[in-house]
């Protein structure tokens, strides 16, 4: 839930055209789902549950699409 707030707030900061603060905000938004997925709670899953650690794989495009407008690239 935390992960998906960030992507709409990078989503309003691309749409303004402020594409360092959206980078950023992707940067912590794929840090952060990636340690919610290394977390764990020692529980086997049987069925699949949504992490955070998949939308996290997903943003890497993202942010290199945005980090090459913000200029970092």
């Given at each position: 839930?935390?992960?998906?707030?960030?992507?709409?707030?990078?989503?309003?900061?691309?749409?303004?055209?402020?594409?360092?603060?959206?980078?950023?905000?992707?940067?912590?938004?794929?840090?952060?789902?990636?340690?919610?997925?290394?977390?764990?709670d020692?529980?086997a899953r049987?069925?699949?549950?949504?992490?955070?650690?998949?939308?996290?794989?997903?943003?890497?495009?993202?942010?290199?699409?945005?980090?090459?407008?913000?200029?970092?690239?």
């Amino acid at each position: 839930m935390v992960t998906m707030a960030m992507i709409v707030a990078a989503g309003l900061c691309y749409w303004f055209a402020w594409y360092k603060l959206s980078f950023w905000i992707l940067a912590y938004a794929i840090v952060y789902g990636g340690l919610t997925m290394l977390r764990g709670d020692n529980q086997a899953r049987f069925v699949y549950r949504g992490t955070s650690g998949v939308t996290a794989a997903m943003l890497i495009p993202v942010a290199w699409h945005t980090a090459a407008l913000a200029g970092y690239l």
